[in-house]
């Protein structure tokens, strides 16, 4: 089930969503929850690990249901999302952070990051410091995964952040396995290509609403660099921001070829 893919770092692909597990010699992270089997999934993350998972990291909104499996592990998620992962297990603790925080494993550590608002305003990137692989749950993908919580305007902003942490010999560990068999991690060049893609899709959008072009016309009268259907809701989402205070506002962008 798990596969090592550095140094005590290992990924699974379970039901097309893709966990990442992160030893260290006093406590062991979970990235993201199983989407099912998590009983199953919770002992062999332990087994493979030699150590109970100590603590949970929400890289974006997710399934809850597995919180009910987890015990006494801590959950770690941005503050936007704190509340949301109340109400599904109340008994859980819950440790929520607006920008930067480091889980403590004793010879290693864990630090967790928001880079910015992108697939959803709750967004975080896992990175193991003496290792290779970063988690980046849905920011990154092929295709990128819009949906009416998103925020296109920003998103290429986003991952200029996430690309900031990288460097040649970095493994992107994606949500999804949609990219690799396996779920496998991803280089560096997917980040940029993705970026781009995200600046595509911001430039397009702002340029429709400059010209004032209804929502109903986005689809026909637009450029799009992914297929429409896909990025509807989130397209329709910078409409109605729009309607109230404007376009979110981001610096110009182009995209990176």
């Given at each position: 089930?798990?596969?090592?893919?550095a140094?005590?770092?290992?990924?699974?692909?379970?039901?097309g969503?893709?966990?990442?597990?992160?030893?260290?010699?006093?406590?062991?992270?979970?990235?993201?929850?199983?989407?099912?089997?998590?009983?199953?999934?919770?002992?062999?993350?332990?087994?493979?690990?030699?150590?109970?998972?100590?603590?949970?990291?929400?890289?974006h909104?997710?399934?809850?249901?597995?919180?009910?499996?987890?015990?006494?592990?801590?959950?770690?998620?941005?503050?936007?999302?704190?509340?949301?992962?109340?109400?599904?297990?109340?008994s859980?603790?819950?440790?929520?952070?607006?920008?930067?925080?480091?889980?403590?494993?004793?010879?290693?550590?864990?630090?967790?990051?928001?880079?910015?608002?992108a697939?959803?305003?709750?967004?975080?990137?896992?990175?193991?410091?003496?290792?290779?692989?970063?988690?980046?749950?849905?920011?990154?993908?092929?295709?990128?995964?819009?949906?009416?919580?998103?925020?296109?305007l920003?998103?290429?902003?986003?991952?200029?952040?996430?690309?900031?942490?990288?460097?040649?010999?970095?493994?992107?560990v994606?949500?999804?396995?949609?990219?690799?068999?396996?779920?496998?991690?991803?280089?560096?060049?997917?980040?940029?290509?993705?970026?781009?893609?995200?600046?595509?899709?911001?430039?397009?959008?702002?340029?429709?609403?400059?010209?004032?072009?209804?929502?109903?016309?986005?689809?026909?009268?637009?450029?799009?660099?992914?297929?429409?259907?896909l990025?509807?809701?989130?397209?329709?989402?910078?409409?109605?921001?729009?309607?109230?205070?404007?376009?979110?506002?981001?610096?110009?962008?182009?995209?990176?070829?």
């Amino acid at each position: 089930m798990f596969i090592e893919r550095a140094d005590r770092v290992w990924t699974a692909t379970i039901g097309g969503h893709t966990i990442g597990l992160i030893a260290g010699e006093e406590g062991t992270v979970l990235i993201d929850l199983p989407a099912r089997d998590a009983a199953d999934v919770l002992a062999e993350a332990s087994r493979v690990a030699g150590s109970e998972v100590t603590e949970v990291v929400l890289t974006h909104p997710q399934d809850l249901t597995a919180l009910a499996d987890l015990g006494t592990v801590r959950v770690r998620a941005h503050e936007s999302y704190g509340d949301q992962v109340r109400s599904a297990d109340p008994s859980a603790e819950i440790s929520t952070l607006v920008a930067i925080a480091a889980i403590d494993l004793g010879d290693r550590r864990v630090e967790v990051i928001h880079p910015g608002r992108a697939h959803t305003d709750a967004d975080l990137v896992a990175v193991v410091p003496d290792s290779p692989v970063l988690f980046v749950g849905d920011l990154i993908g092929d295709p990128l995964r819009y949906g009416a919580d998103s925020w296109p305007l920003e998103w290429a902003n986003t991952l200029d952040q996430v690309i900031a942490l990288m460097n040649e010999s970095s493994q992107v560990v994606t949500g999804h396995d949609g990219h690799r068999s396996e779920g496998g991690p991803d280089d560096r060049d997917l980040a940029i290509t993705a970026r781009s893609t995200a600046a595509a899709v911001s430039h397009e959008i702002t340029e429709l609403i400059g010209r004032g072009v209804p929502f109903e016309r986005a689809g026909a009268e637009g450029n799009w660099a992914i297929p429409f259907d896909l990025i509807a809701d989130a397209v329709a989402a910078e409409w109605r921001r729009s309607g109230t205070s404007g376009p979110s506002q981001g610096r110009p962008l182009l995209p990176l070829v």
